[in-house]
């Protein structure tokens, strides 16, 4: 009974409804400005005085280099698709595959981190409120009940909750708005504080100003965390109202920019004011700031009553956070690996799916005993190469026009940002090659294990295959397997010989020739588009097809099916070693054809009478 819950397939609806593009970026906003419950406290630890100034780097890098370059992902992949398709299609063959399943590997390293520190820093703001005290003083157990409550939620059944969004958002936003206001009346009426922050700042960098801006530039990648949301606003595209697509791009490009500098502002000031009038001992693990510098500052200066509030705000939205990369990885996995042939079944599945990631969540918040600062790096890396190799797509689709060199440059400064924050901090890259590692071998593993599942639907004949097969005397219609050179009538008088005589077939009896020719063998699935031709006194039917062995078969079964007889295929044995030819059929579509075109109709066909005869000789 439990097995069949949990593999239960829901249909999925194609359509789904959208709405004003303002609605979505409450959506989008639940990952993008949920940042800011955690985001200024690792500022301040990665810069100290200087995280403002390294903050304004960000921002910079927001407008100025990331907007863009996500215009233009929109742009090229307007049904929300992202950066990694632009990817796939920039690539042919197993290298365009090999890049995808790299980037689900960093892609779900920041879907996860996403839901793990969210529950991280939720925690914090639950033991940290006065409120609460002591009473549920037991960090990792609580972020561990946070993230089964929403495996929980999933596997009963999540569905968009654009309302819902917009409520915790706005709220969100407006509370942080009062929070920034009333801290910075108080800075203001404390006139010494921003020329003593300044004068400090000064003494402790030797009064050099360049060196300053030289240390926040090379700071800012340790704050990419506010960076975070813009392949999530490319992924909600399809829930954006537009009458056009151009209207519907244009409606994308109103999200992105609005959210970009709604998070700029918040960034800016947030940074600037916990700066300021928080102690430096508050932001360290343990203190009263760590993972919930505004929330400290709520407290501090608008009462418990109103930090409470902003507290119970806080929760939800970094719940709502891990809820939207909860469902980023379950719309991105079996988007992309079971068309690949590279998933297991389950994977298909939301339930089972959904278990698996929470599982991986329970582990990583243990391995970094659920604290936030921790996770940061792990999270950066994430987005960040994601940003980097949407640039690098971009800048690559564009190369041949002017622009190019303005996204060239832009991906020369994500990249570096990347690699410093991988070499600054490791960790976030050894669990992206750990995912990496464990979506590869899993997709190795699938993609033998279904290497004979007939995966080639539907099978379509021309006009003039459907005349060969209906001119067939006895109906019982014999195959020739041949792998043209040439071409000519001499060829197939020579081959319509040698089959003749090696497998003790009259000159009475009819034979077609069958020419499967390869196309991307990386593809799994795909449809067969089946043309006859005539060449001398021969009937010869025409494909293409990633996996040869797979089309005979679908071919044969379509022809019995038309014909309601059991047709005959006659192959030549293939010469080497069978490893080899098992390897050159999972990866390039070719190999022993007779023995897999054979094992897959046993698979499909368990009755013997009944399946297509196959001969080797």
């Known amino acids: 009974m439990f097995l069949k819950w949990l593999f239960e397939t829901k249909k999925e609806h194609t359509h789904h409804k959208t709405y004003s593009w303002w609605r979505v970026m409450c959506l989008t906003g639940l990952d993008y400005f949920s940042t800011l419950g955690y985001q200024p406290g690792i500022a301040f630890l990665a810069g100290g005085l200087l995280s403002p100034i390294a903050t304004l780097f960000i921002v910079i890098l927001t407008l100025f280099g990331a907007l863009p370059i996500y215009k233009e992902v929109a742009k090229q992949s307007p049904h929300g698709q992202g950066s990694i398709t632009i990817i796939e299609k920039l690539f042919p063959g197993w290298r365009s595959k090999s890049s995808v399943l790299i980037l689900l590997g960093f892609a779900t390293t920041d879907f996860i981190i996403t839901i793990t520190l969210s529950a991280a820093d939720a925690t914090a703001h639950i033991i940290e409120n006065p409120f609460v005290g002591h009473v549920l003083n037991h960090k990792i157990l609580i972020t561990l009940a946070i993230i089964a409550i929403l495996c929980f939620i999933f596997l009963k059944g999540f569905q968009e909750a654009i309302t819902t969004a917009i409520i915790v958002v706005f709220s969100y936003l407006i509370l942080n708005f009062v929070i920034v206001i009333r801290t910075f009346y108080e800075i203001i009426q404390n006139s010494n504080s ?17 060196l300053i801006l030289g240390l926040s530039a090379l700071l800012f990648p340790k704050l990419a965390l506010g960076l975070s949301g813009f392949e999530t606003g ?13 209207k519907h791009i244009k409606n994308t490009f109103k999200l992105l920019i609005t959210a970009a500098i709604i998070m700029s502002f918040f960034l800016i000031m ?20 760590n993972g919930r510098a505004l929330a400290y500052l709520a407290h501090k200066y608008l009462g418990h009553i109103f930090g409470s509030i902003y507290d119970i705000s806080t929760i939800c939205i970094l719940g709502l956070a891990g809820a939207s990369a909860m469902a980023g990885l379950l719309n991105l996995i079996p988007r992309y690996l079971p068309i690949y042939g590279m998933a297991p079944d389950w994977a298909k599945q939301r339930r089972p799916l959904t278990l698996v990631i929470t599982l991986i969540s329970f582990l ?5 005993s659920a604290e936030v600062d921790a996770q940061a790096g792990a999270y950066a890396t994430g987005v960040l190469v994601l940003i980097s190799s949407a640039a690098i797509a971009v800048t690559i689709s564009l190369w041949k026009q002017k622009k190019a060199f303005l996204y060239l440059l832009i991906s020369i400064i994500f990249s570096y940002t990347t690699i410093a924050n ?17 979506i590869i071998i899993i997709s190795l593993i699938s993609r033998i294990y279904r290497s004979t ?19 067939d005397k006895d109906q019982i219609i014999r195959l020739i397997a041949h792998r043209p050179r040439y071409g000519t009538i001499e ?46 006194k021969h009937s010869i039917l025409k494909a293409k097809s990633p996996a040869v062995a797979n089309a005979v078969a679908a071919l044969l079964l379509k022809i019995q099916k038309i014909t309601k007889k059991t047709p005959h295929i006659y192959f030549g044995w293939t010469e080497g070693s069978p490893v080899a030819c098992a390897f050159k059929y999972i990866f390039w579509g070719e190999g022993d054809v007779a023995p897999t075109t054979r094992e897959i109709l046993r698979r499909e066909i368990k009755d013997d009478e009944n399946r297509p005869f196959v001969h080797v000789s």
Not at 457 to 470: C, N, R, S, T, Y
């Open 364 to 368: 990583v918040t243990l391995i970094f």
């Open 234 to 246: 490319v992924t909600v595209m399809p829930l954006i109202k537009g009458d056009t697509q151009e």
């Open 194 to 210: 921003i020329p003593l922050y300044f004068e400090n700042l000064l003494k402790l960098h030797h009064n050099n100003v360049f």
């Open 491 to 536: 060829e197939y008088n020579i081959k319509d010989y040698l089959a003749r005589k090696r497998h003790n077939l009259t000159d009475n009896e009819q034979l077609i020739f069958i020419e499967i020719e390869r196309s991307d063998p990386s593809q799994f699935d795909s449809s067969l588009e089946v043309f006859g031709q005539t060449i001398g």
């Open 422 to 438: 991988i070499f600054e901090r490791p960790e976030g890259f050894k669990i992206s090659v750990c995912f990496i590692a464990l």
């Open 270 to 289: 947030s940074s600037f004011i916990t700066t300021i009038l928080i102690e430096p001992d508050k932001f360290q693990a343990g203190g009263e700031a």
């Open 453 to 471: 599942e007939l995966r080639i639907d539907p099978v379509i004949f021309d006009k003039k295959a459907l005349e060969f097969l209906k001119n």
